[in-house]
């Protein structure tokens, strides 16, 4: 039953990036009303809400972009650092909207970021030490507990991380509203654009929190 979830969540992860970037590439097409590349966009966006000190670097990949809060950086892929379009806009803009929760000391911003150490040590040790566990749980069963806990944190920063981006989402769609970079036609694609960004962000949360659940029946069903 647990491996038809796992397989489920896969399936359905796939799905969700399979259509994003499917709609990248099709609001990629349709120009931004003003002619601003992204990286041109965060420094509107930046100036407007009158934030200073954040650096904007290109980086490789394809759907790479993230605002780094430990040295203000945006970071953004060179399809959207360049790209003149709605989905460049989007990305960018939302990826200003976490230096915006960042200048304005945004609670679950906070938060996500002081896990980010913890969470580094787990997800480099856990996989190691939950097999460990599990192949000792009859006889140290503490090990397996201490690689659910480790576990737990990392399914805890998932969770801290969905009201983070949401909230960066939203008010990305409401600057790019006022500030003129979409029509109202355009605005729905860049919407629709970040709704399933956010969508890969919901099931890997969910996904998380399934395998939490897998690893603690393993050590409720321990023999004594």
Known sequence: MIWIIFI???LI??????????????YSEIPTANGMSGKEVVEKMLRD?????????????QLTDHYNPADKTINLSEEVFYGKHIAAAAVAAH???????????????????SLVP????????????LLAGILLVNSFPALLLFGIFLFALTTLFSFITLPVEINASN???????????????????????????????VVA????????LYYIAIYMGRRD
């Open 205 to 212: 949360a969910l996904s998380s929190l399934a395998t939490l």
């Open 118 to 129: 913890v969470v580094s040590f787990s997800s480099r040790y856990m996989q190691w030490i």
């Open 49 to 61: 809400h009158n934030i200073y000190g954040v650096r904007i670097q290109s980086v490789e990949g």
């Open 171 to 201: 008010r990305a769609l409401v600057w790019l509203q006022t500030s003129g970079i979409t029509t109202r036609q355009s605005h729905e694609k860049a919407e629709d654009a970040l709704r399933w960004a956010g969508y890969t962000y």
């Open 8 to 10: 489920g969540f896969a």
């Open 13 to 26: 992860s796939w799905l969700i990036s399979h259509q994003l970037k499917k709609r990248f590439k099709e």
């Open 95 to 113: 990826e200003t909207g976490h230096a915006v929760q960042h200048s304005l000391a945004y609670s679950w911003l906070g938060l996500r970021s």
